[in-house]
């Protein structure tokens, strides 16, 4: 997919993958939970998600959307900062923008207590693995955003799941205590309008992972979590300010989005 310099990249930071991809190639192995606080996650402000727009589809949009693509496109790109709360907050206020539906905020924490035989491996228990993943599409309770984002939760569940004090030097294995906290995802996401889905939806979705190990001899004693966050808007093009807009401001608008992917 072809994209042209302008809209895209002034909007997204220079970036132009989608969510989708750069969920996909990043490398699930830096992140660590006994390694507390470190940088080594998966995190972008804003990262675009096209769904089924492409070139020949975009032309296929409704006018109206065609206009608040480019109109919404061309504030972002003007912005300095382009984290969470900004984006949401220039949304909010754009004339071309209604927001509509109740606004999508969850929190919610998964708690694993157990007592158990040491693990030497450090291997991940599978139903932990498996309670990660129906906790986590419950938390996000939107096909959509799971089918786009493509976060593979199996590895990210295992990277919990395997989150217990571990065996490092001849001394920790009498005694040891481990208490650490590691964000694992950070992301905000601008989903694109599609002739399935004619809005745009801005989400971001946040995951924190952390453990509370402690271990004399072979029992340990295990407090294992997951925090996640997911908020989510949709925002549809506003009739009212639509039909101000002159013939040639229109024009302009409708061509520049049709341009998205050339």
């Not at 992140?31 to 470190?38: E, I, K, L, T």
């Not at 995190?43 to 206009?67: C, F, M, Q, R």
């Not at 799971?146 to 920790?172: H, M, P, R, W, Y």
């Not at 481990?178 to 694109?192: A, S, Y």
Request: include cysteine; charged fraction near 30%.
């Amino acid at each position: 997919m072809a994209l042209a310099p302008g809209l895209i990249l002034s909007a997204f930071g220079g970036g132009k993958e989608d969510i989708g991809s750069i969920v996909s190639t990043f490398n699930w192995s830096k992140c660590n939970v006994r390694s507390s606080h470190s940088d080594e996650y998966l995190h972008t402000n804003l990262a675009p998600s096209y769904g089924d727009l492409t070139s020949d589809s975009v032309k296929a949009l409704d006018e109206n959307l065609k206009i608040m693509i480019a109109g919404t496109l061309i504030t972002i790109g003007k912005l300095a900062d382009k984290s969470w709360k900004s984006i949401l907050s220039t949304m909010m206020q754009h004339e071309l923008l209604e927001p509509f539906h109740k606004e999508v905020a969850r929190s919610d924490k998964l708690i694993k207590e157990s007592s158990s035989d040491f693990k030497f491996d450090g291997s991940p228990d599978a139903l932990i693995v498996r309670e990660v993943k129906s906790w986590f599409s419950k938390l996000i309770d939107d096909e959509d955003v799971l089918n786009q984002t493509k976060i593979d939760i199996n590895t990210l569940a295992k990277i919990v799941a395997q989150s217990g004090a571990a065996v490092d030097s001849f001394e920790a294995f009498w005694v040891k205590h481990e208490k650490h906290e590691q964000t694992l995802v950070d992301i905000g996401v601008l989903r694109f309008p599609d002739l399935e889905h004619p809005y745009f939806k801005l989400y971001r979705i946040k995951l924190t992972a952390w453990a509370d190990s402690s271990r004399i001899l072979f029992h340990q004693e295990d407090r294992n979590g997951i925090t996640g966050e997911f908020n989510s808007r949709k925002f549809r093009p506003r009739e009212s300010i639509m039909r101000e807009l002159t013939k040639e401001t229109r024009e302009k608008a409708r061509l520049r989005a049709e341009s998205l992917f050339d």
